[in-house]
């Protein structure tokens, strides 16, 4: 790191001594200042690559200095140094965008962490731009119970995440993320379900400083309460019956990287509790240990439920919260961006037909249509769900919109008008999943299960009718 110029602004003495002689070892060159004054001199001077600085000052405090290296060193990231038991002071400058904080008495090892974080940034826009482009929207999570839910299904693993659309909320929404990455603020993502939180979440740890350690992707509803714990800290063979062998939880996987909890506002209040313990001290304690474990990770939340609400309502711990939520990224639904909903039908086509080795249809003006004016209370998913079955229903050539099925008085194939009528009791893509099962298993009673038959009967390809019959489980 011998390249790498921090400033110091602090007026205390000793502090300065300590952050000079701290950066040396490192391999850093320092220059230390003691007042908002002498580093706006030290900034006129030269560039640096990060900034550390008290939050109170002789003739200002941390936030002066924070906005103005905003305001005229954009890329600089900065690092405030708050008295002990400061969370307000803490708060308010991750808020105004710090990278990071550290507290007093400052400890050498928070305190290289945070030093060697920043200074491994990615560089920012211009040469950001040489770094291989995403070209999917989303990955989907693969964490098994504890996985997330909201893994934005359009993509491909090989490819990674990335946000798609050309419309002014995708802008906003990847312009936030570029700025959440060059930080260390917990955030708190918010939106309908499937509208790809997760996805933002992974592009925020893509980018960040932490994108070299783990991504560790946690559906805090998918958990049973009884093993919530054991999952989160991890346990000690023989803490407690079945525990047969040490194991790492949640918490200790994340060391180092970045713990995304997807509905966190699912958490009960005992695991409220001891999350916001972790939070405070950083340290983790597996069951049936007796001592704690430092441990360093970003936390990324998310949930698609009003958590104001739920704080209000005495579900959810107001302190937690304010730990929790303190930057805040909206992800918009489909029926915000319609403009966007061509690509990414596009997309998800492409990557369907070439997942079930079918021949790509071409999509009717029509189904184009009905795709851009549908309501979608499922978001992406439920596209993907829709244009899923099409790429099935349809004959092949081409997707029309009433292979879409997005309306209940559209029918179903040999489905007689009766069974389509009145409301509906489960989401949309369970029932047409059961009006596809009914009618196909009719389709091969009625043939004696000759498959080539049946597909005729259904007005299908054998290759089609096959398609579907591993997809919905039927023998």
Partial sequence: MTDKHVLIVDDEADIRELLVLTLMRMG??????????????????????????????????????????????????????????????????????????????????????????????????????????RSAITERASNGTGGSRDADPVGSVQTGPRLLGESAPIQRAREMIAKLARSQAPVYITGESGTGKEVAARLIHSGSARRDAPFVAVNCGAIPENLMESEFFGYRKGAFTGAEGDKDGFLHAADGGTLFLDEVGDLPLTMQVKLLRVIQEKKVRKLGETSELAVDFRIISATHKNLNDKVTAGEFRQDLFYRLNVIELRMPSLREIPEDIPLMVKKVMERLASQSGLQQPALGDDALRALKGYDYPGNVRELENILERALALCDGQLVRESDLYLTEDQGSVGASPSMLAGERTMPLHEYLDQIEREQIQKALEQTRFNKTAAAKVLGITFRSLRYRLDRLGID
């Fill in 28 to 133: 850093v060159e320092a220059e230390a200042a003691r007042s908002c004054e002498e580093a706006y001199a030290r900034l006129k001077e030269r560039s640096f690559d990060l900034c550390l600085t008290d939050m109170r000052l002789p003739d200002g405090d941390g936030l002066a200095i924070l906005s103005h290296i905003a305001a005229h060193h954009g890329n600089t990231p900065v690092a405030v140094i708050t008295a002990y038991g400061s969370t307000d002071n803490a708060v308010a400058a991750l808020k105004a965008g710090a990278f990071d904080y550290i507290s007093k008495p400052i400890q050498l090892k928070q305190l290289r962490e945070v030093i060697t974080s920043a200074l491994n940034l990615p560089r920012p826009a211009g040469d950001r731009s040489e770094r291989p482009r």
